[in-house]
């Protein structure tokens, strides 16, 4: 088994999202490769969708904490939570 964390977001444009998670990401964890692992939607809204983000290779609580942090502080982003996951 490893570590990956997952970070989960509600936003309209994923797109522009994930390349913001991704630089954040890349700038304090270089190894931590980012993808998009699912979606889902509560509503036809599409401000009402979530995204869930794998962070592979994120074993650091700390360095998890630090990311979601920063991608708070991202206007895009209502609130996003990095947690641990067994992989």
């Known amino acids: 088994d490893f570590i990956n964390g997952k970070c989960s977001f509600m936003s309209s444009d994923n797109q522009e999202v994930m390349t913001k998670i991704t630089k954040i990401v890349n ?4 190894d ?9 939607s509560k509503n036809s809204k599409k401000l009402d969708t979530k995204y869930n983000v794998k962070l592979e290779g994120l074993d650091c ?8 942090s920063k ?3 991202l206007e895009e982003i209502e609130n996003a939570s990095v947690d641990f996951i067994n992989g």
């Open 61 to 68: 609580a700390h360095c998890a904490a630090k990311i979601e």
């Open 71 to 73: 991608i708070n502080e």
């Open 27 to 30: 700038d304090l964890e270089p």
């Open 32 to 40: 931590v490769k980012v993808s998009l692992e699912k979606t889902s």
